[in-house]
């Protein structure tokens, strides 16, 4: 199964530049974790304090809060407002057309 580990800071923009370096040692520590495919790392230019981490998952579990984003989160908090969420991918086949419904779009 493949999921997204969402978490999200909305901090003092004079905080964000400690938190940025240390979430570049974190990401790249992380990143060794099995079934994990990436961590990333994203910013807001228009809201200098808001900075959001994606954990990508890929392993046979129901999608779940993980340690690792658990005590990432706790750790933010410190600095901000967390938002903490899990979003699985759906698999769905792509829809085919009719041809009824080519014709209307015609």
């Known amino acids: 199964m493949h999921w997204l580990e969402v978490i999200r800071l909305l901090a003092a923009q004079a905080k964000v530049g400690s938190v940025l370096n240390h979430l570049n040692e974190v990401a790249t520590a992380m990143e060794r974790e099995k079934g994990k495919e990436a961590v990333t790392v994203y910013t807001r230019d228009s809201l200098g304090g ?14 779940h809060k993980s340690q690792e984003g658990l005590a990432l989160a706790d750790y933010l908090s410190n600095y901000g407002l967390v938002d903490h969420e899990v979003w699985a991918r759906r698999e769905t086949a792509a829809p085919t057309a009719t041809a009824d419904h080519r014709e209307a779009v015609r």
């Open 50 to 63: 808001d900075v959001m981490i994606c954990l990508r998952w890929h392993r046979d579990e129901v999608p």
